[in-house]
């Protein structure tokens, strides 16, 4: 259910129209502001052909009297061709304007939305990882492309459609009344129930393209899910059962749309009927007028195509109601992501000093004291409980302990991806607070288990490390991480496309590259997450004397899970229960019969080895 709720959304679905709502949308408009020359000419150039297109009836009108006239005897020809000129000259004036307003809105609209998109992206990048936890990727790209092409529609499509229906609305209204009163009259008399009929048909519409929306939005869920776990699809032999899953809830969707058609065909025979029917009802009472000189022909002509005009202006409301009740929708979810805090701004912590204006290269001293931390999304689950660990400048540090224990927390920590609730983690004697984000992950680098390359080449994952990096910089790297060697086997050799997420690469690729973009980095502090994981022996060994070149001068972070890894670390912590249970050297540590590491490594070794390493 909440991947489905995710998907309405994302589709900027109608929303209710509040003051608030509106209030949101106004506030986002502000980004019309750097362009509100263009804008202003566009709602010109808009005026102008919208005034023109009021012209066109009553020019029509004075032509087809002109030349009524000239039938009768009265020298029209010139009046007639004089109108003809004057009428080719409106068209050809509104025509230019037209281009002038679709113009300068593309462009305002355009740029406006260049501007919002960055602002969106940028800030949901700088957004805390609590953020991205209670969120589904599929809801924030959502608001990144529907949201804001339904914003965009709005700016580009919708307000100048509603400006331009306006003016003819009201104009036509008024010529009409300046026409003939008795025929207004006549006219207006059958909108309220048109009105009526239009809107209860309208609701029903809206209600089961709704329930199609819905229909749909389940089978692209099967879609979503299929392709995320193709794998799995693949390795249980199930295309079938997925197959028939999507039909399903296609045959749903079309189910539900063929209902929406029914009520769409319904109304739009009503519109034809219930319009011609308006238009006769005008041309037998305006054909009595003209029978008992009330009104000549071509008023009676410019009359109807006035009324032509309200009858169009009057329809397109309706829809664009729909698109503004979307927009707001889209704009009040852009907008709260525009509200949400950024990293760094919720902690509530004040620096006791200002950092400083040329920030220095970290020794790398780490202190973790009484460090107690829950995450947001589980605030009920207590996962380090008054945590305490050292690790001097230089100095490895392996993190064990069995799955739970906080290890994989500790990291995330020291990232300030969180915050401690409780305690405070030490950089160079400093809390880690005082630091801004962005000089303190400069200085670290981070070699994950489950390594996510980016789809471009192989040059551009490796210089991902520091941005800006020459060739020769990141075929050296490559040389340290023993990855020199398989990437010139590729004909592209360092301009080879990786893929989506390097699934043109194996795993141990992967590693070697996420290596290599770890020594570009040339950090203060690393961490490696089972780095050596995903390789064969040959190349774990090749890799392991890299990492120990890398690690030297440097403060690094290790988490294990193959003990065998870890034996030549400087300190070794026994992470369980979110508490430092053990603290020593492999020798140290293997030495206490009693101990959990002891019983960690006689799990994954067995008894007689456990003995013999600690001979």
């Known amino acids: 259910m909440a991947r489905h709720r995710i998907s309405r959304e994302s589709n900027a679905e109608p929303v209710r129209i509040t ?139 919708a307000i100048p459609q509603f400006l331009r229906q306006l003016v003819l609305l009201a104009g036509g209204v008024t010529l009409i009344a300046l ?45 979503e899910e299929t392709l995320q776990g193709i794998a799995s699809v693949k390795s249980f032999g199930n295309e079938d059962y997925e197959t028939g899953r999507y039909s399903s809830g296609l045959a749903a969707f079309v189910q539900a749309t063929l209902r929406g058609a029914l009520y769409r065909g319904a109304f739009v025979a009503f519109i034809v009927a219930a319009l011609f029917g308006s238009i006769v009802l005008v041309l037998w009472f305006g054909a009595r007028m003209v029978q008992n000189h009330e009104l000549t022909i071509g008023e009676l002509t410019q009359f109807l195509l006035y009324t032509m005009y309200i009858g169009g202006a009057v329809g397109s409301f309706a829809e664009l109601y729909a698109q503004l009740q979307r927009t707001v929708g889209a704009t009040q979810r852009v907008r709260e992501l525009l ?35 829950a995450y947001p999304s589980r605030p009920e689950v207590t996962v380090l409980k008054g945590l305490s660990l050292i690790a001097s400048a230089g100095q490895s540090i392996a993190l064990v302990g069995p799955s739970g224990a906080g290890k ?15 305690g405070r983690i030490l950089i160079d004697g400093q809390n880690a607070l005082e630091y801004p984000l962005a000089r303190l992950r400069n200085q670290m680098a981070v070699v994950p288990q489950d390594v996510l390359l980016f789809g471009g080449t192989i040059a551009e994952n490796i ?68 780095a050596t994981s995903s390789l064969d022996s040959e190349s774990e060994r090749l890799v392991q004397e890299a990492l120990d070149v890398l690690m030297k001068g440097r403060t690094s972070v290790i988490i294990a899970h193959r003990l065998s890894t870890i034996r030549k670390t ?46």
């Not at 909108?191 to 929306?213: C, D, W, Y």
């Not at 050296?476 to 020199?484: G, L, P």
């Open 408 to 422: 994989s927390t500790i990291v995330s920590l020291l990232l300030r991806f969180y915050d401690p609730v409780g």
């Open 19 to 157: 003051r608030s709502g509106l209030h949101e949308a106004v506030a986002l408009f502000a980004y019309l502001l750097p362009y509100r020359r263009l804008f202003i000419a566009g709602v010109s150039c808009l005026l102008i052909t919208s005034l023109a297109g009021l012209a066109f009836p009553f020019l029509a009108g004075r032509l087809i009297d002109a030349a009524q006239h000239g039938f009768e005897g009265v020298e029209g020809r010139g009046n007639v061709d004089g109108i003809a000129l004057l009428l080719i000259g409106v068209l050809a004036g509104q025509a230019i304007f037209s281009f002038g307003h679709s113009y300068l809105f593309a462009q305002v609209g355009e740029r406006t939305l260049a501007d919002l998109r960055r602002d969106t992206y940028s800030r949901l990048i700088r957004l805390p990882m609590s953020f991205f936890a209670n969120r589904r990727v599929g809801e924030l790209s959502g608001r990144i492309a529907a949201d804001l092409a339904q914003i965009q529609d709005t700016l580009i499509g």
């Open 570 to 615: 400087d300190r070794i912590f026994v992470i369980d229960g979110g508490v430092v249970v053990e603290a020593g050297t492999h020798d140290e540590l293997i030495a206490h019969p009693m101990g959990v590491y002891r019983a960690l490594s006689e799990l994954q070794f067995g008894s007689h080895e456990s003995d013999d390493s600690s001979q």
């Open 179 to 223: 026409t003939s009163a008795r025929l207004t009259l006549v006219m207006l008399s059958s909108f309220p129930v048109l009105m009526l009929v239009a809107t209860i048909l309208g609701r029903k519409i809206r209600r089961v393209a709704e329930s199609a929306q819905d229909r749909l939005a389940d089978a692209n869920v099967v879609v």
């Open 339 to 373: 509200r949400e805090p950024i990293e760094g701004t919720m902690t509530g912590f004040v620096p006791t000093k200002p950092p400083p204006q040329k920030p220095e290269r970290l020794a790398g001293d780490l202190i973790f004291d009484g460090v107690t931390f």
């Open 463 to 530: 210089a991902y490390g520091r941005p800006g990096a020459t060739l020769s910089e990141i075929e050296f790297a490559a040389r340290q991480a023993h990855a020199h060697e398989f990437i010139i086997d590729f004909p592209e050799g360092y301009q080879t496309v990786v893929g989506e997420r390097g699934i043109k690469l194996s795993g141990g690729q992967r590693q070697r590259i996420a290596i290599a973009r770890a020594i570009l980095r040339d950090p203060a502090i690393l961490i490696l997450d089972e």
